[in-house]
């Protein structure tokens, strides 16, 4: 993979991408529709983490008020589900039907079973879940969960987790052998009332390993599509790869992916792909930076434009970069950093797929796993899931830049906040 693309030749391949991807992008909402309900549901683990149990987990649901931003409860998804280590979760593209991971490894109690992936329908008037199944994951703790465009599948990223010890001998000499979880895709059909089915397919990703010494396998950590919708774009934080699937719509296969190896030891963990152009963005969890990329939605192929480094260069604390997101302008690209606990604000340079530092920002609080701007870009709100915060603030839609508002809603272990306009 190029590590660089120059001026011209990132324009020939953004003019090609913009018409193959014009026609399968979707419109973004910005800004909402008037008289619309705006609502925020955040996903939370339990006081147990990434072990799971001990209550205090689960889907909370809260109303926004566009005009100052402050968040009112208005539920939660259930005392059935105060054990359920939502890392992540989703919306159906026709918003009745929530999609939530559980963030283990022992669903049910059972030891090895992996995680879950639970279906919800929405109430079209107060935003409402009424719990409708759980399917197996298909691997350790799952952390990432999307539609497609048509509502009818859905994808499930497994992160894996821990090594087994093995004992061997080689030539009669004994040996520790590690065995590491799989790193995974899972794909699921969803039934006409929103449930889902067990799985359908699995992409297991490659038994290997990346450049850093906690990289000991692969970990599966996100999968998004691309703006023509034709392919999926996965994050391989454990072995330095981004993989691609071609996807054809209604299938029950995912397809063998093919690979773009990234620079040894970066860790790339979340992707975002901008609302209008041939570029994605990824957060690297080892070596605390975030990555431009082009994409070419006619072939599938990543071309590296720049990194650029999330924290100061004087931070010597240990930092992992986490969630990445685009302002509904396009204008700016965001990046949480656990560590340095704050967001990197970064300007895109339409003409060159380029990104600049522009500020900094603390999240008033620790270790911010995820963050997401409401509808309108007015505000964004960061899940601070170290110290049990979720914090608003106001965002300068010319600058980029964020202040905090004030308004702070204490959560156990918040880990991502979605908006759904009813």
């Given at each position: 993979?190029?590590?660089?693309?120059?001026?011209?030749?990132?324009l020939?391949?953004?003019?090609a991408?913009?018409v193959?991807?014009?026609a399968?992008?979707?419109?973004?909402?910005?800004p909402?529709?008037?008289?619309?309900k705006v609502y925020?549901?955040?996903?939370?683990?339990?006081?147990?983490?990434?072990?799971?149990?001990?209550?205090?987990?689960?889907?909370?649901?809260?109303?926004?008020?566009?005009?100052?931003?402050?968040?009112?409860?208005?539920?939660q998804?259930?005392p059935?589900?105060?054990?359920?280590?939502?890392?992540?979760?989703?919306?159906?593209?026709?918003?009745r039907?929530?999609?939530?991971?559980?963030?283990?490894?022992?669903?049910n109690?059972?030891l090895g079973?992996?995680?879950?992936?639970l279906?919800?329908a929405i109430?079209?008037?107060?935003?409402?879940?009424?719990?409708?199944?759980?399917?197996?994951s298909?691997?350790?703790h799952?952390?990432?969960?999307?539609?497609?465009?048509?509502?009818?599948?859905?994808?499930?990223?497994?992160h894996?987790n821990?090594?087994?010890?093995?004992?061997v001998?080689?030539n009669?000499?004994?040996?520790?052998?590690?065995?590491?979880?799989d790193?995974?895709?899972?794909?699921?059909?969803?039934?006409?009332?929103?449930?889902?089915e067990?799985?359908?397919?699995?992409?297991?990703f490659?038994?290997?390993h990346?450049?850093a010494?906690?990289?000991?396998?692969s970990?599966a950590?996100?999968?998004?599509?691309?703006?023509?919708?034709?392919f999926l774009v996965?994050?391989?934080?454990?072995?330095?790869?981004?993989?691609?699937?071609?996807?054809t719509?209604?299938?029950?296969?995912?397809g063998?992916?093919k690979f773009f190896p990234?620079?040894?030891?970066?860790?790339?963990?979340?992707?975002r792909?901008?609302?209008?152009?041939?570029?994605?963005f990824?957060?690297?969890?080892?070596?605390?930076?975030?990555?431009?990329?082009?994409?070419?939605s006619?072939?599938?192929?990543?071309?590296?434009?720049?990194?650029?480094?999330?924290?100061?260069?004087?931070?010597?604390?240990r930092?992992?970069?986490?969630?990445?997101?685009?302002?509904?302008n396009?204008?700016?690209?965001?990046?949480?950093?656990r560590g340095?606990?704050?967001?990197?604000?970064?300007?895109i340079?339409?003409a060159t797929?380029n990104?600049a530092?522009?500020?900094?920002?603390k999240t008033?609080?620790?270790?911010p796993?995820?963050?997401?701007?409401?509808?309108?870009g007015?505000?964004?709100?960061?899940a601070?899931g170290?110290s049990?915060?979720?914090?608003?603030?106001a965002?300068?839609p010319?600058?980029g830049?964020?202040?905090?508002?004030g308004?702070?809603?204490?959560?156990l272990?918040p880990?991502?906040?979605?908006?759904l306009?009813?």
């Amino acid at each position: 993979m190029n590590s660089e693309l120059s001026r011209r030749n990132f324009l020939a391949l953004t003019g090609a991408g913009l018409v193959s991807a014009a026609a399968g992008a979707t419109p973004q909402p910005y800004p909402p529709q008037s008289g619309k309900k705006v609502y925020a549901y955040v996903g939370s683990w339990t006081r147990n983490g990434l072990f799971g149990g001990g209550g205090g987990g689960g889907i909370h649901i809260f109303s926004v008020n566009t005009n100052d931003g402050s968040l009112t409860p208005v539920g939660q998804a259930g005392p059935d589900q105060d054990n359920v280590n939502c890392g992540e979760l989703c919306f159906s593209p026709d918003k009745r039907f929530l999609y939530a991971v559980n963030e283990i490894g022992n669903l049910n109690g059972k030891l090895g079973a992996g995680g879950g992936v639970l279906s919800f329908a929405i109430d079209q008037q107060n935003g409402s879940l009424t719990y409708l199944n759980t399917q197996l994951s298909m691997g350790e703790h799952p952390c990432w969960v999307i539609t497609d465009e048509s509502g009818s599948r859905v994808f499930v990223t497994n992160h894996g987790n821990f090594a087994a010890i093995r004992v061997v001998k080689k030539n009669g000499v004994p040996e520790i052998e590690n065995v590491f979880d799989d790193g995974t895709v899972a794909l699921y059909a969803v039934k006409p009332d929103g449930s889902l089915e067990s799985a359908c397919d699995v992409s297991v990703f490659e038994r290997t390993h990346g450049g850093a010494p906690n990289q000991l396998a692969s970990h599966a950590h996100s999968v998004n599509f691309d703006l023509s919708k034709r392919f999926l774009v996965a994050c391989d934080a454990g072995a330095d790869r981004i993989y691609v699937f071609k996807w054809t719509p209604g299938s029950r296969t995912l397809g063998e992916p093919k690979f773009f190896p990234t620079k040894p030891a970066t860790g790339p963990r979340y992707s975002r792909f901008h609302p209008r152009l041939p570029l994605f963005f990824v957060t690297n969890e080892s070596d605390s930076s975030l990555s431009s990329f082009h994409f070419d939605s006619n072939t599938g192929d990543v071309q590296l434009i720049q990194t650029v480094r999330s924290i100061p260069a004087d931070f010597s604390t240990r930092n992992a970069p986490a969630d990445v997101r685009i302002h509904p302008n396009g204008k700016f690209v965001y990046s949480s950093n656990r560590g340095h606990d704050s967001i990197a604000i970064f300007k895109i340079e339409e003409a060159t797929g380029n990104i600049a530092l522009v500020d900094m920002v603390k999240t008033q609080g620790t270790a911010p796993p995820g963050f997401e701007f409401e509808p309108s870009g007015k505000f964004l709100y960061v899940a601070n899931g170290g110290s049990d915060t979720l914090v608003t603030f106001a965002v300068d839609p010319n600058s980029g830049k964020m202040t905090p508002t004030g308004g702070k809603v204490d959560i156990l272990k918040p880990q991502c906040v979605h908006f759904l306009t009813l």
